[in-house]
Nanobody, 124 residues
Framework: QVQLVESGGGLVQAGGSLRLSCAAS????????MGWFRQAPGKEREFVAR????????DYTDSVKGRFAISRDNVKNTVYLQMNSLKPEDTAVYYC?????????????????WGQGTQVTVSS
């Protein structure tokens, strides 16, 4: 069972940047797809980005393309989400998760071992 701990959230002004980190326990980190999701108050959890086990493939939801970048360090067992040009609508709790399959369209049910989340608040 992989355990995930997110960090790096905070309060930032619109247009600013944050880098989220997700540290994973376990020796099999480099065999898993990893994903980032977010959940705003009153809304469902939504997909943000995912990266393949070797880092060769990455996928983003349309609203963050060109602003966010997912990466991973399989030596440090960590996945990152670099968020630039942040907007108030990016405000949410951000979660990382282990992906158990790579479908054409990422689904919440494809992911598990959720972290506790980290709050990102973007002020206007």
């Amino acid at each position: 069972q992989v355990q995930l701990v997110e960090s790096g959230g905070g309060l930032v002004q619109a247009g600013g940047s944050l880098r989220l980190s997700c540290a994973a326990s376990g020796r099999t980190f480099n065999t898993y797809t990893m994903g980032w999701f977010r959940q705003a108050p009153g809304k469902e959890r939504e997909f943000v980005a995912r990266i393949s086990a070797n880092g060769g493939l990455a996928d983003y939801t349309d609203s963050v393309k060109g602003r966010f970048a997912i990466s991973r360090d399989n030596v440090k067992n960590t996945v990152y989400l670099q968020m630039n040009s942040l907007k108030p609508e990016d405000t949410a709790v951000y979660y990382c998760a282990v992906g158990y399959r790579w479908d054409t369209r990422p689904k919440l049910s494809d992911f598990g071992s959720w972290g506790q989340g980290t709050q990102v608040t973007v002020s206007s």
